[in-house]
């Protein structure tokens, strides 16, 4: 098993996020994420592992627009999107839930929900139809509107997330850690609903410190060690007992 | 022209020992004061109504012991609040001194003052001298201060508040204490203020509240923003050219026709926070930057991070 | 006399009620209190003073001149200062929102010299009733803050421009991934804050006389207003305003009218003692 480059141009119009070259960091340290490539098919999982401070969620932020990009591109659909603000990459179809606070808590569930799509122009798909599709996906947020969202159980604010991101219709959803928090039991409810979404045809990029759990759903797993990618492989060709060797780097 | 010489210096000095004051506080500790004009309102009258009573001596140790007391409760009540905080407290401060000034007749001589305050050494003094003698006391109390403040800074006290000013957290996690450090250098802070206080109702035998407006703060920003945050040579010299470019302008009234002297102040007082504004985006190191690395280089700050 | 005073106080507090309300919502979204506030006021003043003595208009066109000018003003000074500096952190933008306030002061200082101004107005008789006496100018004040807070509650509860003022001040990086740009909310907070502090510095410009430190002396009382309703929470300071404009009247039952100003600052030590988060429990804005 080895690192596979992508060669994003002859696969890049059937690509739902293409990456590369990816470098990152914070302020005047250095590249934290460090040339990372990666091509996504459409409506498939990739589920990024690796371990504590390897860059997996800087990674994640830095395809959202929330940590300056130093060098690469990210393409969503074909399109380069690298120079875009955070909230123009949402409208171009990247959707991104983050790991903490990534709900309003002063705001009511009608609000998060309202707010997640009235900023969106230009944006297709993202009306009344949408609306349903997503509540369908997650009943019981119609059940109480006015509740102050901060007043949720953890599972019942990653729902409220997951849906205020799918309101923009996005074509890339990305996951940062939602299993982070939550019970065994609602880890696999969460884990439930990732599945569902792609159902709906979205791709998902999902970054997962529980790796048993993302194992379970991913089609793709791939290894991210010190901000580089070491391993890219099916899910089903890998086991467990193989990771921890490959988080030290072993198999790289 | 030697006695305005003598006066330029002078104030040079005061603007310097108020610098490297702020320079403690807020270069050195982060902790903005925006009350300096009412710490060194209150040091100057300390003095002025102490010193007929104790002498000179005792009457300066008393500015710069209450303004260091005062400055260390507004620092007690802020310091676990956000920035923020400190200076709204502060400010407030500097209103209730300047109300209390005027209205405290009794002990202040309201808008009237105090006058006849006593120089140092006034008794032996040869006639003629008085003006030689107050210019080497306060450079003399200049030198003091500003080797003082670099025994600080290169002490383990200031290398520990460094490291607190630049993150509170990390410096409190390797087992500084944090709240104990800042409130001390804050009444450090004050106590020199309050010595700059005294140093200015010394030279001028005379203090009535309209000598200490909120101007004085903005001088003081003005030269610590120049001078480099935390570095006391680049602050002495920030404070030197900032009182010298503004004694400069006061004969910019010969030179540009039709402004009136409310007008010449006004401008005078405007290029000073035009000053602030612009060396803080275009030299945010200041004139001289200070020597060490910093902490915020390694740990970016919150905001960048989310 | 105490009912008189309680009435003043209501009054003095609809006034404060607007520019501490400017400085709530700018700190939400911005995270530093703008000390240039007192500054704008004084120029909302001035300009308004310039509409309708120098130009003859009527005052309610001369208020909306003051609005629309401390608006413009507000947003030179974002973009000239307040953006460039805003990764920097809050010490330097409150240093350099002091330097604004002395550009601005100073500038009304330039054009308009230190001599104390009023609008042109004719004066009209108080009303009296029971004994107590409310005079015309308090009438529109009362009337013009009210309506002001009423249309200001429903933009922020109701609106999706409030929705987004509200997300930016709760979670900026998470209003960006909803597609709410930070930086527009920030420019349309700026110019909306500073209509209503021009406004504010009208209504100031009818109960005492324009100069150029008018500003200044109402500095403390919205700082304290700001702080005694949990600085970033609108209503907070609103409820802040009506208070400390009752205990600053009010306070002349025991204290000479000399240390009124006392109050305000005395209030804002008082809650730091016992209740830093402000009476109206906002999040706590500890280090």
Redesign the interface.
Known sequence: MSARPCDPKAEELSLALAVSGLRAGYGRGGDIVCGIDLAQKAESIVAVIGPNGSGKSSFIKTIAGLVPTRAGTVAVTGRDITTLSPARRVASGLAYVPQEANIFATLTIAENLKLATEFLRGRAGVGPEQREKVLDLFPELRLRPRTLAGNLSGGQRQMLAFACALLANPEVLLLDEPSAGLSPKIVGETMEAVVRVREAGVTVLLVEQNVAAALGIADEVVVLVAGRLTLRASAADIRQADLAGLFFGKAA | MISYLVTVVILVAIAALVGLALNLQWGLAGLVNFGVAGFVALGAYTLAISAPHVGWLAGLALSAAVCAGLSMLLSLLTIRLEENYLAIVTIGFAEIVRILLLNLGDLTGGALGIADIPRPFAGVTPAGWGDAVILAFALGLVVIVFAFSEALVRSPFGRALRAVRDDATAAAALGKPVLALRVRAFAIGGAIMGLAGALHAFFLTYIDPSQFTPIITAYAFMAVIAGGRGSNLGLVLGAGSIMLILEATRFLKDVIPGVDGVQLSALRLGMIGVGIVLLLILRPEGLVSEPKRRFADFFPPESEKA | MALQLFINGLVTGLLLALPALALTLV?GILR??N?AVGAFLTLGAYAAYTANVVLGLPLPIAAAVAAATVALASLIADA??FE??R??????L???S??????????C??IF??AARSFDLAVARPIRWNGLRINHEQLITAGVVVIALVLLHLLITAS?LG??M??V?????????????RRTIARITFALTGALIGLAGVLAGLDRAID?LMG?NY??PI??AA?LGG?GSPIGAVAGALLIGVAEEMSALIL?V??R??V??GV??LL??FR?NGLFGAKA???
């Open positions: 700190f530093f209190a000390f000239l200062v460039r500096l990764m920097r952190g809050s010490i330097t409150l240093v350099a002091m330097g604004v306030s002395l550009v601005v002061e100073n500038i200082r330039f010299g230190n999706p929705r987004a509200r997300a001040a709760d979670n900026a990086s998470l209003a960006a991934v909803r597609g709410v740009e150029p200044w500095q403390i700082f304290a702080i600085l000479p000399s240390f100003q006392i305000s600052f804002i030590l730091l003692l830093a804005i500890r280090k």
